[in-house]
């Protein structure tokens, strides 16, 4: 295989650089509760006239940077109310300027701007033949490390140029949904599966409506609590009940945002430090439903767990807690489709081999086993996947990164059976893409890294992130690459 011609990956000039004036705002607390008091008493200090001129000034240099500074700014007073003697007679100015002590911005890609994913837009309308507009998602770095995910769009049109669609200067969070609807039978069947049915669990579950809201819940486990001294086994199970539900919840943006205003930034306790490496994939169900699945990385400081996204439009996310003995560790990946009637998935259980993984269920995972263990130089280290597996005619195409000396990643390819994706059918010895002269300085040295590519009109285009730091795009002419993984 050495004396075969290398294969001929082309890189575009195109790159996607960290912009550290892309900011959100966030809530800001300083110190413990005596300093903040001491704040709201500074503030209140000020007479209406220079408390005006105070706030003038204040949103001459902040208020053209946000979209939606002032309904931010509400939900940050209300924060801090509390603390306040007497709020009633505060006016609204006052308020605001409250508000503004208790408000910062966050850059969300001052450090990097990385590990990109991409799959068709659901949007296909009004496109130029052999074109395809599509979603790029980008790992977004900012202050201490926390990671957040954001977005860009474009067309490849039919010669595979890749036309950016403008970059919003604006960034935006989305709303969670503070009492969000459960369906009865899927959080009944996550509480057998991790054997928290019992007597005070059926009695509550029993008075709950088949579709409930949070505020439902939580008011039926107070009340059967009232009504009856629970055990610490019912106790732990009430437990696993809030944090099921608070695992699951719904994050929306304003219609009229853009693709790239729309950051989806860490909110929830088992992702607080970040959100990390997303994998999108546009997935088909068996009647032809379509959607769209990302598997990510939460952390929360000190443990990791996969989480699953899913959206139909990318305005509305749902986030979705998995479970299973084969739910850990980091790259999980989902098939486009079912396989032989099973979800199917790539993962890393040990943070060394590649794994598969099958179910019945797109929340349970429990079957796994090895796809492929380090058997090149250039992975030597550990292996991992690189998105989802892609269907072609001739089998399943994974991309894969590699870890080898110096803890240089590359990136490669390996083929698997179409109806058997256990079965490795082609792999290139060589990887397809390894950090050029000009892609190893960065935040994390020597690293060629995607969460995702595309076939597009014959060609696998693969954006990838450049030393943790920036992202750019290669592409290969797909029947060449499959040749070789077939040879």
């Known amino acids: 295989m050495n004396s075969m011609p290398r294969l001929h990956l ?64 509400i939900k940050h007073y209300q924060r801090i109310e509390n603390l306040i003697d ?9 308020r605001q300027l409250l508000a503004f002590h208790f408000t910062k911005e966050y850059s969300i890609e001052s450090v990097a701007f990385c590990n990109p994913s991409i799959v068709p837009h659901p949007d296909q ?41 403008p970059i919003s200067p604006f960034v935006e969070t989305a709303t969670v949904e503070e009492n969000p609807t459960y369906k009865k039978s899927s959080f009944l069947m996550i509480l057998e599966y991790v054997d928290k049915c019992n007597h005070i669990v059926n009695h509550i579950f029993d008075n709950l409506s088949d579709k409930f809201q949070f505020e439902d819940l939580k008011a039926m486990i107070e009340e059967t609590l009232l009504e009856r001294d629970a055990s610490r086994e019912e106790l732990d199970a009430i437990d696993m009940i809030f944090w099921i539900a608070r695992s699951n919840f719904v994050k929306t943006y304003r219609p009229e945002t853009l693709l790239s205003e729309r950051v989806i930034f860490p909110t929830g306790q088992n992702e607080i430090k ?67 009637g099973k979800y199917m998935m790539i993962s890393r259980q040990d943070g060394e081999n590649l794994f598969i993984m099958a179910s019945d269920h797109l929340h349970f995972w429990d079957q796994m086993q090895i796809l492929k263990s380090p058997r090149f130089p250039w992975e030597f280290v550990q292996i991992g996947n690189c998105g989802s597996p892609m269907e072609t005619e001739k089998g399943w195409l994974l991309l894969t990164h590699g870890v080898g000396a110096m803890r240089e990643y590359c990136i490669g390819a390996i083929l698997l059976d179409l109806n058997d994706p256990t079965r490795i059918i082609g792999e290139l010895a060589e990887p397809l893409i390894v950090p050029n002269e000009y892609e190893r ?43 070789r993984l077939e040879g």
């Open 274 to 340: 970040g959100i990390e490496d997303a994998r999108f994939v546009r997935f088909t169900d068996d009647d032809g439903d379509v959607r769209y699945y990302a598997t990510y990385t939460a952390y929360n400081g000190q443990n990791i767990l996969p989480v699953l996204l899913e959206t139909r439009d990318f305005l509305k996310f749902k986030i979705l807690s998995i479970y299973g003995k084969a739910v850990k560790d980091k790259g999980m990946a989902l098939f486009p489709r079912k396989i032989n």
């Open 10 to 73: 082309k890189r575009k000039r195109q790159k996607f650089a960290p912009d550290a004036s892309r900011v959100i705002i966030r809530f800001f607390g300083p110190g413990d509760q005596t300093h903040q008091k001491n704040v709201i008493n500074r503030v209140c200090s000020l007479s209406e006239k220079k408390s005006r001129e105070v706030l003038k000034s204040v949103r001459r240099n902040f208020s053209n940077r946000h979209k939606n500074l002032d309904d931010r700014l």
């Open 86 to 94: 007497t709020p009633e007679s505060l006016s609204m100015e006052r």
């Open 441 to 483: 300085e960065g935040y994390v040295p020597n690293v060629a890294y995607t969460c995702g590519a595309i076939i597009h009109n014959g060609l696998l285009v693969i954006p990838y992130a450049i030393s943790d730091t920036s992202s750019g795009i290669a592409t290969i002419k797909l029947s060449d690459l499959l040749d």
């Open 125 to 165: 309308d009004n496109l130029p033949k052999g074109a395809m507009r599509v979603i790029l998602s980008f790992r977004a770095i900012g202050e201490e490390h926390i990671s957040s995910l954001t977005f860009r769009s474009g067309v490849l049109d039919k010669d595979n140029i890749f036309i950016m669609e």
